[in-house]
């Protein structure tokens, strides 16, 4: 049986936890659902693809290399990840950006 209420699961990729610095490498282990590292991980820069998308009975939305956050709008982004914040300074979407929103806002 479906869902009782429609739902969108929405994950970024192409940050793979090996090539993002050791907050996301951090990030992705910590979601891992069987204690591995994230290393072999991609999803969005803090959150893994398998995570995003494990909502049961949601429908689901890849968004490849969407950022999970505008780091460098924010006061400690070059702390939190200067990987991330670099790419985002570089034009890389996430998912408030207009080329993602038109992705997953027509599922409104």
């Not at 910590?30 to 959150?47: E, H, L, R, Y």
């Not at 956050?69 to 914040?85: A, I, M, Q, R, Y």
Request: with cysteine; glycine share 16%; aromatic share 14%.
């Amino acid at each position: 049986e479906g869902a009782l209420v429609r739902s969108l699961a929405v994950g970024g990729t192409g940050f793979k936890g090996t090539e993002w610095g050791t907050f996301t490498e951090g990030a992705y282990t910590f979601c891992s659902s069987d204690g591995s590292s994230g290393a072999s991980f991609t999803g969005d820069g803090v959150t893994p693809i398998q995570s995003s998308l494990a909502y049961e009975g949601a429908e689901t939305l890849e968004l490849p290399g969407v950022h999970h956050f505008c780091w460098s709008d924010v006061f400690g982004g070059d702390w939190v990840s200067k990987e991330l914040t670099e790419d985002y300074r570089n034009g890389a979407p996430w998912y408030g950006s207009p080329e993602a929103i038109e992705q997953w806002a027509t599922f409104l």
